[in-house]
């Protein structure tokens, strides 16, 4: 199996998929690899860069909360109550969004608190997705959310994910990551249960599969692919990616924007080819 993060890792801009790995991962899929998003979009979002990938995969989205099968079924959820959450957020003057598993559930993929004044950047990420969000309290909603989340600058997200782990310990996780947007000037914060991580989305995917640890390569550029990085046989960090991430690696691969999964691939070829 080949675990991809998205943004920074597989998808260039506007959701593509260059042309170079396109055709790599292709091969490596009809060798017989099975081929993984692992990201922290969710579905909808990460069915943009599927398409365009043009191969049929499981994904695990929401930062490991969600496991989705090729056919767009779900196979795997973690839900919680993020009441607490809501209450840290609105104490710093923060709207939170949830995201839920719409695809099978019906309704709308995310909602936004409504019980704290919204920022300019969450007034205009309501604006963009209004087919697929809707302002709620959150103190009142039912406890059906995969992973909160917050957009903000640094500094207020970094202080947000202080107060969650004083206040909760390790009852949740929170990782600050900049937004994928070019220049943008805003940075987003994701909250999800403490177990939960890439890996945890995709233990349950290798379980399903029967594809131990050691058959696993992961690739990603950001903190949040740091679980997956660690456990997975083989992980590798993109060249574009934090430096965190490229000291916990085994291995680092090209830039994302200069075709560096297909030195994954090529990895990927040589150790099967060895195994044989």
């Not at 692992?38 to 499981?58: C, K, M, P, Q, W």
């Not at 969600?66 to 607490?84: C, G, M, N």
């Not at 709620?136 to 059906?144: F, I, M, Q």
Request: proline letters at 4%; charged letters at 25%; one cysteine or more.
């Amino acid at each position: 199996m080949i675990a991809l993060d998205l943004d920074g890792t597989l998808a260039i801009a506007n959701n593509q998929v260059s042309p170079a790995t396109r055709d790599a991962l292709h091969e490596l899929h009809e060798g017989g690899v099975e081929v993984v998003i692992a990201t922290g979009r969710r579905y909808r979002s990460t069915r943009y860069v599927i398409e365009n990938l043009g191969i049929d995969t499981f994904a695990v989205c929401n930062g490991g909360a969600l496991v989705k099968t090729p056919d767009q079924k779900t196979l795997h959820r973690d839900t919680y109550d993020i009441s607490p959450i809501v209450e840290v957020a609105r104490s710093l003057g923060l709207a939170l969004f949830a995201q839920r598993d719409a695809h099978d559930h019906g309704g709308v993929d995310f909602v936004i608190d409504s019980g704290v004044p919204w920022s300019d950047v969450i007034k205009q990420y309501y604006e963009n997705n209004r087919e697929w969000s809707a302002p709620v309290d959150l103190l009142d909603a039912e406890p059906e959310f995969l992973v909160s989340g917050v957009f903000g600058s640094e500094a207020e997200l970094w202080e947000l994910a202080n107060v969650v782990e004083r206040s909760h310990g390790n009852r949740y996780n929170a990782v600050v990551v900049p937004h994928p947007r070019p220049k943008a000037d805003y940075s987003y914060c994701e909250i999800a249960q403490g177990h939960v991580d890439k890996w945890h989305g995709l233990t349950r995917l290798k379980e399903h599969l029967d594809i131990k640890a050691e058959h696993v390569c992961a690739v990603g550029d950001e903190l949040n692919d740091i679980p997956m990085i660690r456990a997975a046989g083989h992980g590798f960090a993109m060249q574009n990616g934090h430096e965190e991430l490229q000291a916990t690696a085994r291995f680092v691969c090209g830039h994302n924007e200069e075709d560096g999964i297909v030195e994954v691939v090529n990895y990927i070829q040589e150790v099967n080819e060895r195994a044989r």
